[in-house]
Nanobody, 127 residues
Framework: EVQLVESGGDLVQAGGSLRLSCAAS????????IAWFRQAPGKEREGVSC????????YYVDSVKGRFTISSDNAKNTVYLQMNSLKFEDTAVYYC????????????????????WGQGTQVTVSS
């Protein structure tokens, strides 16, 4: 079965850190770009970050640059999102998704590029 499973979401105070994990199974993990999206209540889904083992591209949306770091462990079929200096506005359900081969703002704006999605993990930042 092709699936992505996120974990690591939690309740954290502003200024704190969390590390999200996205574990892949049922497909060749490093044949696709892996992206993190988030959706806050009442807001549209937003692409946060992406990593591609195919062409080596990494992308961050401006609001998380310098605070979030995406990385991958191909041996474990897992992508991580290290989130530091968390802000209240980072509160959302975070999803990982697999698809495409490269990472850019254009890629993250096209959700249809990502055919495989996880179930999401809740990140809540208290102010």
């Amino acid at each position: 079965e092709v699936q992505l499973v996120e974990s690591g979401g939690d309740l954290v105070q502003a200024g704190g850190s969390l590390r999200l994990s996205c574990a892949a199974s049922g497909f060749t993990f490093h044949d696709y770009a892996i992206a993190w999206f988030r959706q806050a209540p009442g807001k549209e889904r937003e692409g946060v970050s992406c990593i591609s083992s195919i062409d080596g591209t990494i992308y961050y949306v401006d609001s998380v640059k310098g605070r979030f770091t995406i990385s991958s462990d191909n041996a474990k079929n897992t992508v991580y999102l290290q989130m530091n200096s968390l802000k209240f506005e980072d509160t959302a359900v975070y999803y990982c998704a697999a698809g495409g081969s490269s990472c850019s703002s254009a890629h993250l704006s096209l959700a249809r590029l990502y055919p495989v999605w996880g179930q999401g993990t809740q990140v809540t930042v208290s102010s």
